[in-house]
């Protein structure tokens, strides 16, 4: 069994990281996305939607998608599961899993993809190219400084966790009937403090960390 995978992307981190919770023995092969193998006719060969991860089986099947490499793995070695061992567990595990990819990891993307000069023409991952869309960097900035543009030169970690760029602040709130509503105003605002000294009121969604790197509460210790 052999993991096709990129070291540093996200997706292939989170199936690793399972790999590694259980003790599973599987090969990794490394995909060099610097040079685009994964749009190369011998990956497409393996994968045709030529994304990674992908977990390649004995019997040569090929499994894709990070989610589903993950559930596949964890039922067919179920001796340390980790998503549950109920039909109601692993349903709850799976609702948390997906909004955590809707209201964090997507608007992340957003913001990295249409914003890295080295994913020019590469806005959606796949086996097609589209040009970036400079307005989705702008929705995944966060109100609390309107001064900054992202700069397309961003790294990834910048844009995760930068000053200007953490794209959390943004998103709609659930309110007390379970609609999700655009105004921040039923959660109380913090008084953050950045790095240059400029302090900013925000208002956080209920969930999120108070700090995000690059800010530091006024009146949390520095």
Known sequence: MKLHHASGLPNS???RMLIAEKGLDIAL???????????SDA????????V??????????VIAEAPVIMRYLDDAYSDVPLFGTTPEE?????MWERR???EG???????????????KGRAISGPHGYEQIPDLVERSRPATDSRRPISPRSSPSTLRHGRSTCPYRRMPMPSGDGTRQSSPAAVPAHDLKRSDGDTVSVRPKPHMPRRCRGFRSSSSPA
């Not at 692993?90 to 799976?94: D, E, H, N, P």
Request: proline share 5%; aromatic share 4%.
């Open 13 to 15: 981190r989170r199936v």
């Open 29 to 39: 092969v490394p995909v060099d996305l610097s040079t685009r193998e994964q749009l």
């Open 90 to 94: 692993k349903a709850v595990t799976a």
């Open 100 to 102: 955590a990819e809707l």
């Open 43 to 50: 990956y497409r060969a393996i994968n045709p939607r030529a």
């Open 52 to 61: 990674v991860p992908a977990l390649e089986l004995d019997d040569g099947s």
């Open 105 to 119: 990891f997507i608007a992340v993307m957003e913001g990295v993809r249409n914003a890295a000069a080295g994913l």
